[in-house]
């Protein structure tokens, strides 16, 4: 994994420019690059596998042109403001380049934006990069805005996929996105309280890069962790894909420094459980942006665990799955992570592999046969979990015999650690997939929910049927695709992470169809009780669900709490309810 | 452990009202009523060890008088809005009785409360009690206090040691004081998801017996289990004894309804983790009674586990038994509850047994010779720790050898099971102690703080030395006490929980001497890096370190969100920072 230098190896689609899924000869596809497991080398199985999934021809020279260039009007005039900023600041703090401000005017939403910046046009773009280099430089702009009533916008990694970063058409003053990736220092590791004091521009690969050279380890890890930032993981509330073991982000960060025209909202010093009055730091997480400037956090941080191991587990059907993960979860070997993937994405990770030749075939086809002959696994109904234990030698020892222990009761096949490696970090590069399959006119997103066990397949079945039911009712060509898999598990809830797309040739304006369904789906969720969200956060897409979510008062207390700090309202992004 | 019906059991000392210590023939102390196993046999080694520790010499019938009668003032005329209880409410919900206002117009802290109504007078007494019994009985009990202007202070198990429940003498409007413990009903349990929906004046007691009949339990436990209430939880932040296993109280609660002045604040259903923008329900924790009633709560259950263990072990020294604790902390075998006292308390422990005759004294000496002898641990420095285990067979024994093991590597004795369930259950007892210590002359107080591992000894230090300080400077009588134990164990912290006290026999005004050391100790605390509180909160007594704390523009958020819940301070308790 590596960090993305300022603004040189990222575009508009997702992660590295210089990583990218296409078809080549044979219809194989190939992921260029050399960043991932999955890089350089042919997948024969892909495309037919796509084929199959949407019942549709795939023509690999059919792609949708790109049309950048289109999305960038002119710098709102304020000259005062702009003079101001040229005083106060040395000119490499600060960008009006159409670049620079195109790559800060959106997230990664498929819908609402990458669609839009590739093949359509966005409908507001921000006037002005600032490059926020410190807690005073945070505060010295904040003063700017306020004096000069201009609009700030928090810019991190730009992985959003909830309409966050997208820009209110409303906004008539002049948009400063404040690009916080320069404040990517580790200040200081206490490793008796095992605490590090972090700027919050750090992306996740330069912070674990920085910890791990000194011994240490933070472990959170979103599916965005190369990209993506502490002050970002803060502001939409970031699930890690370790959370068992590690945390969320709300268990790990103990003080949050953030910026706001009101002063610093911090503690004077972290604190691991407090009974102090009403807590606000707690508040601070999902903040979304409304509110100011993250800068700097407090973090746990935990010795480099002396062991590492995968495992992978092979369910008959993703019911015993859940009913094995529902056990686990009231047990004390909770693995670092577990994930239980459907048969969808059971099977495409399958397409995926490279075309297999000599004793890797043979050894390939026994096992093959000896799971469908010999223990009777449906194909199209069996389901797959990756397992990632850490700690102690005798920690995951001691894990890893009780998982397995577990699992066999489920009737499931424990598969071996190389399966579990791999399905662990597919994740990183499935997320570039989303991309490839739009410029051949497919279009999806990912959508996730938090929703206590008992809901799990009320919800999968009703987001199954409201899917079918739209995809009818749109005319919409070839089938859908529909998978999910349980990503994280509690005490009384899991998180369930969908994938859904459809074929949109020949369809107009797909990305207002896709934005409709996926809506819908979202109805479907709550109504059959699972929550809003549980990682992505609330944005723009999410924000007609908040009254589902909150009684009134405490929808009227938020917009309090955000007069209080931001009169002006200089951070004027509007996300979740503002 | 039984809970106690309305008012009849209890009055204005700890607890229940049939249970005391007592001195009797021969000074053996003994614990009169049958709720206790330290209940109801002789202790004839309590007063030699009080004098010992004390320097003095206690006379047994040398008690100080109780005056309880003379702190009833007479109620604060409003007749409109008395007309308007009477004619809202039917006559068994509220009460003017003085006993019933003196009961409700104080906490447990030592010095400023039960002191003063014990011995001294109480400057506020609440006007009203109104016995809540629903959640629409809060909303209509609001709108009044609104209409006619009255102020209105939660009151749950009545055992706060903040000052929490102390009553401000400048509040000139009627207060009414609103006993919620007629609200003790488990509304339902969805056993599927492991939630109960608990009404928030059930004692904890009461919800472990309702939940226990159904196979459930909740497990809680803070020291004041049978008398504090899951709204005073909430209020206060509370900390359970078993929370490594069960979690703190907001671990454990997953919606709050609580009702305010500006209408109830609240999920529309509970949820475990979501990304839902800003979440108020993380501030309505520690809330200390300024923002309104806590009328309802669900929680987190468990199926009862199939084993509790205990085990218990001898460290040569409190330092060794801290840095065993801090490995225990990063691994996966930490026990559902672990503490560690210091020589004082472990001594104490000892002094509460009864005379040992025949074999068993015989058995003793045995024991003590190993250990002082054989094993060379010196009587004045070793130091204890108490272990409980729950979950499945093999989590137990899993935990149970690995502790053992760990200890053992730090020079200690596993002495066993039940030395371990003693000194866990002396807990509840111990509480008592206070009030007999009181009658004899000598007062004091517990206190408590978070504090990063590399501080426990730096604290504690500084904490012995201020204190000896000041006996000295208010020239007290005979030796100052002070002792501790580490209570609970995070990854970056602990739970330090001091005692103090002094012997006060011609001393003028010993309360507020008390109260003065006491804010001189926090002073020290705070100096060398613990925060003001674990668990007990902030109250009255600590709102002068907050500052130290917060930053600036964090208090005023916080000012101006009490203002936007609750515009008239309606809930004018005044706690924490209002």
Redesign the interface.
């Known amino acids: 994994m590596t960090a993305p230098a300022e603004n040189s190896l990222w575009g508009h689609k997702w992660g590295f420019a210089d990583t990218y899924f296409k078809i080549g000869a044979d219809r194989a596809v190939m992921m260029h690059g050399d960043r991932y497991a999955l890089s350089g080398y042919a997948m024969p199985h892909l495309v037919p596998y796509i084929e199959s999934l949407f019942d549709i021809q795939l023509d690999p020279d059919d792609r949708l042109p790109e049309r950048e260039a289109i999305n960038v009007p002119s710098v709102t005039p304020h000259p005062a403001f702009y003079d101001a900023i040229e005083t106060a600041f040395p000119s490499n703090r600060y960008s009006f380049e159409d670049r620079d401000r195109l790559l800060h005017s959106h997230g990664q939403t498929t819908f609402e934006e990458v669609y839009k910046v590739l093949y359509r046009k966005l409908e507001r773009v921000v006037d002005m990069v600032f490059f926020c280099a410190s807690t005073e430089d945070a505060e010295r702009m904040i003063e700017l805005a306020i004096a000069h009533d201009v609009c700030l916008v928090p810019f991190g990694g730009g992985t959003s996929v909830s309409c966050a970063l997208t820009l209110p058409p409303e906004e008539t003053r002049p948009i400063v996105s404040v690009d916080m990736k320069r404040m990517n220092r580790v200040e200081w590791i206490?490793p008796?309280?095992?605490?590090a004091r972090v700027q919050a521009g750090i992306t996740g690969a330069q912070l674990e890069a920085a910890l791990r050279e000194r011994g240490h380890t933070c472990s959170h890890e979103p599916d965005s962790l190369e990209l993506s930032t502490l002050g970002g993981w803060i502001a939409?509330?970031?699930?890690g894909m370790k959370k068992n073991r590690y945390g969320?982000i709300e268990d790990i960060v103990?003080n949050i420094t953030l910026v706001?025209p009101?002063?610093?909202?911090?503690?004077?010093?972290?604190?691991?459980?407090?009974?102090?009055?009403?807590?606000?730091q707690?508040?601070?997480?999902?903040?979304?942006g409304?509110?100011g400037l993250v800068t700097e956090a407090t973090i746990?941080i935990?010795?480099i665990p002396a062991q590492t191991q995968y495992n992978s587990l092979l369910f008959p059907h993703f019911d015993r799955g859940v009913e094995c993960l529902y056990e686990l979860a009231?047990?004390?070997?909770i693995p670092a992570s577990i994930r239980l993937v459907d048969n969808y994405q059971f099977r495409f990770g399958q397409a995926l592999k490279p075309a297999a030749t000599g004793l890797k075939a043979i050894a390939d086809r026994l096992k093959k046969q000896y799971v469908l002959n010999l223990k009777k696994f449906d194909p199209t109904q069996m389901a797959a979990a990756t397992v990632v234990m850490e700690?102690?030698e005798?920690?995951v020892r001691?894990?890893n015999d009780?998982i397995a222990a577990l699992a066999k009761q489920y009737g499931a096949l424990v598969t071996g650690a190389e399966n579990g490696r791999r399905g662990y970090m597919l994740t990183y590069a499935i997320a570039y997939f989303r991309d490839f399959l739009a410029s051949h006119h497919i279009i999806g997103e990912t959508f996730e929910t938090?929703a206590?066990?008992?809901q799990i397949q009320p919800i999968c079945t009703a987001v199954q049927q409201v899917l079918d039911d739209k995809h009818q009712q749109f005319g919409l060509p070839g089938k859908p695709y529909l998978s999910y898999r349980i990503s994280?598990i509690?005490?009384?809830?899991v998180?369930i992470y969908f994938m859904f797309g459809f074929y949109t040739k020949g369809v107009r304006e797909p990305e207002v169809i896709g934005s409709k369904i996926e809506y819908d789906l979202r109805r479907a969720i709550i109504d059959n009780?699972g929550?809003?969200?549980?990682?992505?956060?609330?944005g723009k897409i999410r924000r007609a669900f908040?009254p589902?979510?909150?009684?009134?008062?405490?929808i009227?207390?938020?917009k309090?709490?955000k007069r209080?700090?931001d009169p002006a309202n200089i951070f004027g992004i509007r996300?979740?309810?503002y």
Chains 1, 2 share one sequence.
């Open positions: 206490d008796k309280n095992l605490r939409t509330n970031a699930s969320n103990e706001t009101s002063g610093r909202l911090e503690q004077v010093a972290a604190t691991s459980r407090v009974a102090m009055g009403m807590q606000l707690p508040l601070l997480f999902g903040n979304e409304n509110l746990k935990h010795p009231q047990s004390n070997y700690g102690s005798s920690e001691y894990q009780r938090s206590p066990w008992s994280q509690y005490h009384s809830s998180c009780g929550s809003i969200s549980h990682h992505h956060g609330v908040v589902d979510t909150l009684s009134e008062a405490s009227d207390l938020l309090q709490i209080a700090v996300n979740t309810l």
